[in-house]
């Protein structure tokens, strides 16, 4: 992928035959998650249900003593992104560990986990994704790629940086192993800098906007403030972001390759039939088909 940089006073369109459009917004509104976690939850909610591949996305903080105790998943993808603080987890097969702020966890439940995700620090955010996997790949064996802040790809280039947690952007490209074909592009832009970042024309994409403002799409797009998640429209090539305020702006870019296949989803459990969805909480409930070690098993 390729990301091509200018300044807004020596270009303003779009470098980009068909430019990907603002089709949506939604503001990702503050609720209770988890122990006495609050999440900014952007999709998975009623205005945006999800955007194949992908199921939630929580701009989460949390502090002592809450957090997210003891939980099961199965049939999808967890990232968890640590903006600030530091969350340790640990899991049912023994993996223990503590991801701290600018690190990533790239979690795959497969055919089922049980963990746990505390804070380990005063005040903890970041941003967890769900991405679902293929009917072929829900029931693989657990798997987990974990980034330390220091091994992320990164690049910078006239005023605007990108870290990237997957596929790639500037001429760096992550190492993670994307099941289902994803990028996650966290870019960092300063005053007066316009980016035009690529995006595979098949892929569903969207922003969500940590801190700033900024006019996606169009140059004569209104601006979009922090907390928004935008939803781009399908098809074009690329994308084009311009920081035109006075502070800086930092959004993460987010795409992935649709599985077009039926969502069942209960809770923690993503599958793609109802029945499979009523076998999963039997498999949870009886110990059984991947879940075996539910019984014996509390985090520490």
């Known amino acids: 992928m390729r990301a091509i940089l200018r300044s807004i006073f020596s ?15 939604v503001l990702a509104k503050s609720q209770r998650e988890g122990d006495g976690a609050v999440v900014r939850r952007g999709i998975g909610r ?18 002592p003593p809450g957090g997210f105790p003891d939980h099961p998943h199965r049939g999808f993808e967890t990232v968890t992104y640590m903006l600030e603080g530091s969350i340790t987890h640990q899991d049912f097969a023994g993996h223990k560990g503590t991801i701290r702020t600018g690190d990533v966890q790239w979690m795959t439940a497969g055919r089922g986990i049980i963990h746990s995700e505390m804070p380990a620090e005063a005040n903890n955010n970041g941003l967890q994704l769900w991405i679902n996997l293929s009917a072929n790949n829900k029931m693989i064996e657990p798997n987990y790629q974990e980034l330390p802040s220091e091994e992320i790809a990164s690049a910078e280039k006239e005023g605007v940086e990108v870290r990237v947690i997957a596929g790639g952007a500037m001429g760096v490209n992550s190492p993670v192993y994307t099941r289902t074909p994803t990028m996650f592009l966290d870019f960092s832009m300063m005053p007066g800098t316009q980016l035009d970042q690529s995006i595979p024309e098949s892929w569903n994409s969207f922003a969500y906007i940590i801190e700033g403002e900024g006019v996606f799409g169009s140059p004569n797009s209104s601006p979009i403030v922090a907390h928004h998640v935008i939803v781009f429209t399908q098809g074009g090539d690329g994308l084009s972001v311009w920081n035109k305020s006075s502070k800086p702006l930092r959004f993460v870019l987010i795409g992935g390759q649709p599985l077009n296949e039926p969502i069942a989803q209960y809770g923690p459990f993503v599958m793609n039939t109802q ?17 075996e070690m539910r019984l014996n098993w509390r985090s520490q």
């Open 11 to 25: 270009m303003s369109s779009s470098a980009f035959n068909t430019p990907r459009l603002v089709f949506k917004k």
């Open 46 to 63: 009623s205005e945006l249900k999800n955007l194949d591949p992908f199921l939630i996305l929580d701009h989460f903080s949390v502090s």
């Open 275 to 291: 029945s499979e969805i009523e076998k999963t909480i039997q498999d949870y409930h009886n110990c059984s088909n991947g879940f």
